[in-house]
């Protein structure tokens, strides 16, 4: 469920139009919806509590979707933070979410970033390996303040949309092996510097099956169960993120009530407290990208290429995932669909969006949404071919801010410097 619907013969976010956007900020711009990044975390907090999950620690995956406005509208509703570096840290302090919400991921922590970690009393520190908590306990050390940590374990389960997004299998760089697990356990236990609250996992992104995520919650249980049976306390089970978006060119992901069903089943009677670190559900539908037709090249030998002025430098799921992004006309033009290669300006054959695409008749000028572009769209952005990011706007009922303006050519240029030889 999403708020870009039709409004008066034109695509709207909210009740404003995504034209009257594109007018006033011109495009390639991202439009987040305001109303679906509440609704879509509401809907899953409601979802976990109702399952009887208690009281659960949510926290965004700040990676999905980073922009400051759009944490600070997570934030006042009690939404946490999943990061993976100090920049993503900042971030979110930036929108006013306490140290006490965040969850620091990622598989390389250096110790300047676990340092600034540790200052703003992070809620858990993920450890990935054994050479990483050990650095975690030096610098808890050094500071004299005592690290919270979770164990991040590789379950040995491959999920996810696409092999370059999976993360749960043993060959996979994420986590400790389940081998490794009880003794890193035992060992942070014994640590002075180190308190180990319990364990964590990610299996992967765009997970459209409940069953691999069935299959590691069994595992994490049993792990959990295991390692109190050595007397060890395991205070909070962290489920990672993964739960996949609707991008409509396959069967819908499971809904997130039957996502809670399954984890109160699996983790029944269980006495942990339970984290959740989900990007994609609840920024995916919430954003799209809005790009301008520059023309349509129509070869005599039958393609049909729309040209756009988005490219693969804006949105890169296309080129890196074979993503498929929904393409809606903003305002549809009566007439029979054509079929189009909807194509960047940027010199690569990567930079296509979709190959074959049936669209309704298309002309220079005319505006396309690129549909559930929330997650992992701006984030990724580059400025490849020096375009400048595209700016980001955030919509709420009948108003629109500008949350990230797009940089000037001047700006691009005056952040470089010259060699003194030259
Ligand atoms: N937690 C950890 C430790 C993660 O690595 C990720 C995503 C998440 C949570 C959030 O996962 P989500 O709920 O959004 O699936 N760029 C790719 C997706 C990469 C996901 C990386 N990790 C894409 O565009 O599909």
Redesign the pocket.
């Known amino acids: 469920m999403n708020h870009f619907d039709l409004e008066d013969g034109g695509l709207a976010c909210e009740s404003v139009s995504l034209d009257a956007i594109a007018e006033a900020v011109g495009t390639p711009v991202y439009v987040y919806s305001s109303a679906t990044l509440e609704r879509h975390y509401l809907v899953l907090r409601d979802a976990l509590v109702n399952a009887g999950l208690g009281d659960p620690m949510i926290a965004f995956?700040v990676?999905?979707c980073s922009n400051v406005a759009v944490l600070k509208t997570l934030s006042r509703l009690g939404c946490g933070a999943?990061v993976?570096s100090e920049g993503e840290i900042r971030r979110a302090l930036a929108a006013g979410i306490p140290g006490a919400r965040i969850v620091f991921?990622?598989v390389g922590k250096t110790a300047a970033e676990i340092e600034f970690a540790l200052s703003t009393g992070v809620a858990e520190i993920?450890v990935e390996s054994e050479p990483e908590m050990d650095r975690i306990a030096e610098v808890a050390a050094r500071l004299g303040r005592r690290a919270t940590i979770a164990i991040?374990v590789n379950p040995d389960v491959g999920a996810?949309?696409?092999a370059?997004?999976s993360?749960g299998k043993a060959d996979s760089k994420?986590g400790v092996s389940f081998s490794e697990a009880a003794r890193l356990y035992a060992k942070a236990s014994n640590s002075a510097w180190l308190d180990p609250i319990g364990l964590?996992y990610?299996i992967?992104?765009?997970?459209t099956d409940l069953a691999p995520m069935e299959a590691a919650c069994l595992k994490m249980r049993g792990l959990v169960e295991s390692l109190r049976d050595e007397g060890l306390s395991v205070r909070r089970l962290d489920l990672?993120?993964?739960?996949?978006a609707p991008y409509f060119d396959q069967p819908d992901p499971p809904g997130v009530e039957a996502y809670a069903a399954m984890i109160a089943r699996v983790m029944a009677g269980l006495e942990v407290q339970f984290a959740f670190?989900?990007?994609?559900?609840?920024c995916?539908n919430a954003g799209i990208l809005l790009a301008r037709v520059i023309h349509v090249h129509r070869r005599p030998e039958g393609r049909n290429f729309l040209v756009l002025d988005a490219a693969m430098n804006d949105l890169?799921?296309p080129a890196?995932?074979e993503?498929f992004h929904d393409i809606r006309p903003v305002a549809p033009r009566p007439g029979a669909p054509e079929v189009y290669d909807v194509v960047g300006p940027v010199c690569e054959s990567g930079d296509t969006f979709a190959r074959e695409r049936r669209l309704p008749p298309l002309e220079a000028g005319d505006l396309v949404a690129f549909m559930t572009a929330g997650?992992?769209g701006a984030a990724?952005a580059s400025e490849y071919n020096t375009r400048p990011l595209a700016p980001e706007v955030l919509v709420r009922g009948d108003k629109f801010a500008l949350v990230r303006p797009r940089p000037s050519y001047e700006s691009i240029l005056a952040a470089e410097r010259n060699a003194p030889w030259l």
Not at 277 to 282: C, D, L, M, Q, S
């Open positions: 995956a990676k999905a999943d993976v991921s990622g993920n991040r996810g949309g696409h370059k997004i993360t994420f964590a990610h992967g992104s765009q997970i990672g993120g993964g739960l996949g670190e989900p990007g994609r559900v609840i995916a890169i799921r890196m995932y993503a997650a992992y990724m």
